[in-house]
């Protein structure tokens, strides 16, 4: 890997931070250095340090240790995001035996100087033990591969170099940064020290010399492993395996069922549902293809941190049954399987330790499957996406170490106390879920002004939303409204035909790709065409009656396969209109077909309560749009409109309003916080109609 610094890089950022220390600025400046590069540290991993001088408000010279904050990320660190710790106070902790580590944690906030929003690690105690101005700490896949090895302090010497120190693994804490403190005071000419199966650290008078110490230990490291395992098959392939792909309805149908099955109600009795991500390169399934796969999947995290993350195993299946119910019954037993392991997990190391815990989810976050690739479960998308870029850094870091010798984890022990470590216990119960966390929304006609609307709510409630439309140009223009607000990954585009039953099962399949299956589904897309049963054209009829009624038809009918498979309920909310309890003159067209989507929907209520799958419909009234995207119904009626009753946009925009009890303009919102509330299972309803007009007494629902 490149030693990518540039001093005139350093320089030109300087200049952007005229109020900052310099060596803050430059301090940034290599931890986004590092930061950028997977092969150092994954999202929110690693951590970087500096210590200075400053004077107080009362003009005193204080000793200050700028250090990570837990949850930052190094590639995109500012000078802000770098707490400022009291560091004369830090270092007598050296002295100290032994300290609780809730305690510590409160020591560590105490030590703060200038308020943040982000904590201080406890890895923060390692960073002011050492001497040096600049630390750099990384979890470098290479250094990780020579440590988890059964000769790893040979193997670190003959890489590295006599001045690189390798400590045995100890839980991150107190003890850990006085171990490294006393190995440096005893050993100064080091310029490393690696902590087994953790990751290495590198320290410097400068930022650079720092980072310079880090690329080329991880070069060094890197070099070793390729010249010892030059010309080895990386993943041997097994006897008589053909590489031909599984279909991607498979790799769909794969993810409904693992999110399904792993789904689980937590201890307040919430259901948990999963965001999976699916991940299918060249090299992964050629390691789902290798003979190695099985004890791969089985033989623990590269490191503990990784393990809170992935579990310290995961699962590999190593055939897919052709019969769609055979691989939702061996899922089944292969997850069952994982769960009876974990529970055995917990108990026999929970005694060891004598940690007074609460036993986390048993549920598998790492599934290898021969032959269709890589997927992994989160809470929500960074959980899912993060749990992928371990496992997919673990497979590669695992088969180069089987190339390399024999590759040995982390002690299940390790794992274990890392993953029921006080602080991530605090942190799990914290959680304050919105009320749709990691629900799964699809919307058709996505690519109008209620579907913003309804794709806006369902998203403020934690659920990640796919707007689908037949109008590619459409859904970019919503997408381009919703983008800025909301986080990476909860929104998708995924166009789709309604009328066409393939199109909306492929759109299906492409959802559960992407996000992992279906819990809410919102059949909105419809058109409407102005005229008398006198002078319509019955090809006109068949064009609203496509979309209105057999759109809503297939889009119900496609998502039935998919919450049998999940198992875990669902909601279906169809978007249907004042006009099926009121029908209007010159309206035929419209009003018949929702009408019929209508008693779909009714139908599907009956059909659909043995999945625990509620369907209710939600019947608005003229809801225009606004500047940032129009109603594609009214752009189609509303000339019509405004012409049968001598109005301009205006005009019709208050005629509407004062025809209704309220007097007010229903807008997309209204509509979206309609299907928030059904979507949120707050009262049993199914088969229920919720009108959101404003009060029309001829559309009561009766
Ligand atoms: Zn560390």
Not at 248 to 272: S, Y
Not at 427 to 447: C, E, M, N
Not at 622 to 646: C, H, N, Q, T, Y
Request: proline share 5%; aromatic share 8%; with cysteine.
């Amino acid at each position: 890997m490149e030693n990518v610094y540039k001093e005139d890089h350093a320089k030109a950022l300087i200049k952007l931070y005229p109020d900052i220390a310099e060596e803050l600025v430059r301090r940034t400046y290599t931890s986004r250095l590092i930061g950028a590069n997977p092969n150092l540290v994954l999202p929110g991993g690693g951590n970087a340090s500096l210590k200075l001088k400053q004077k107080n408000v009362l003009g005193e010279d204080q000793e200050i240790l700028f250090v990570k904050g837990s949850g930052v990320e190094l590639a995109t660190i500012e000078p802000a995001d770098f707490l400022a710790l009291d560091l004369a106070y830090l270092r007598k902790f050296r002295r100290l035996e032994k300290i609780e580590p809730a305690e510590m944690e409160n020591q560590l906030q105490i030590c703060i100087l200038h308020p943040s929003a982000s904590i201080p690690s406890v890895e923060s105690l390692l960073h002011a033990f050492l001497p040096h101005r600049y630390v750099d700490h990384t979890q470098a896949d290479s250094i990780l591969i020579l440590t988890n090895q059964p000769d790893s302090r040979n193997l670190i010497r003959d890489a590295l170099g006599p001045r690189v120190a390798v400590l045995p693994y100890t839980l991150p804490g107190l003890s850990r940064a006085q171990e490294v403190a006393a190995h440096y005071d005893k050993n100064p000419d080091l310029k490393a020290i690696v902590i087994a199966n953790h990751g290495i650290i590198t320290f410097g008078e400068d930022a650079q010399s720092s980072y310079t110490r880090m690329i080329d230990c991880v070069n060094r490291a890197n070099a070793f492993i390729a010249r010892r395992i030059r010309g080895k098959p990386l993943a041997t392939p097994q006897a008589g395996v053909t590489s031909s792909l599984r279909s991607k309805t498979m790799a769909a149908i794969f993810a409904q069922f693992i999110r399904g099955i792993c789904a689980h109600e937590n201890p307040a009795g919430r259901l948990c549902r999963f965001r999976v991500e699916f991940r299918n390169t060249p090299e992964l399934l050629n390691a789902s293809f290798s003979k190695d796969a099985l004890s791969m999947c089985a033989s623990g995290a590269l490191t503990p941190g990784h393990a809170t993350r992935t579990k310290n195993k995961y699962v590999y299946i190593d055939s897919i049954p052709d019969q769609v119910e055979a691989l939702g019954a061996m899922l089944n037993r292969e997850v069952d399987k994982f769960v009876k392991e974990y529970h055995r997990y917990y108990q026999e190391h929970s005694k060891i330790s004598s940690l007074d815990r609460q036993e986390l989810d048993p549920y598998p976050r790492v599934f290898l499957v021969k032959g269709l690739g890589l997927y992994t479960l989160g809470f929500c998308h960074q959980e899912a996406k993060l749990a992928a870029d371990i496992s997919e850094h673990t497979i590669r870091a695992k088969l180069q170490a089987g190339a390399l010798g024999r590759y040995i984890p982390a002690s299940d022990s390790h794992a274990f106390n890392m993953e029921y470590w006080s602080h991530r216990q605090k942190k799990i119960s914290d959680r304050h879920l919105p009320p749709l966390q990691s629900q799964i929304a699809i919307i058709t006609g996505g690519g109008g002004a209620i579907g913003l609307g309804i794709a806006d709510r369902l998203l403020a409630s934690g659920a990640a939303v796919v707007l689908s439309d037949i109008d590619e140009s459409r859904l970019q223009q919503v997408y381009s409204n919703l983008k800025n607000r909301y986080p990476e990954g909860e929104i998708e585009l995924i166009p789709c035909n309604v009328t066409d039953y393939h199109s909306v099962v492929a759109a299906y399949n492409e959802t559960s790709r992407r996000l992992g299956g279906i819990d809410i589904v919102v059949p909105n897309a419809g058109i409407a065409y102005v005229d008398t049963i006198e002078d319509l054209e019955p090809q006109k009829l068949d064009q609203v009656i496509a979309v209105n009624l057999k759109g809503t038809f297939n889009t119900i009918k496609a998502a039935i396969p998919v919450f049998r498979r999940q198992g875990t309920r669902g909601n279906v909310i169809v978007i249907s209109s004042k006009n099926v309890f009121d029908p209007g003159a010159a309206f035929g067209a419209y009003s018949a077909s929702k009408a019929g989507a209508h008693q779909i929907a009714k139908i599907a209520a009956l059909e659909l309560a043995p999945l625990g799958v509620r369907v209710n419909m939600v019947n608005p009234d003229a809801v225009f749009g606004d500047e940032k995207i129009s109603s594609k119904l009214w752009d189609l009626i509303g000339p019509d409109r405004m012409k049968s009753r001598g109005l301009d946009f205006k005009g019709l925009k208050a005629y509407y309003r004062n025809r209704n009890l309220l007097k007010v303009e229903v807008k997309a919102e209204h509509v979206g916080n309609a299907v928030v509330f059904l979507a949120s299972d707050l009262t049993p309803t199914t088969g229920a109609s919720l009108p959101v007009d404003g009060g029309i007494p001829a559309a009561f629902p009766r």
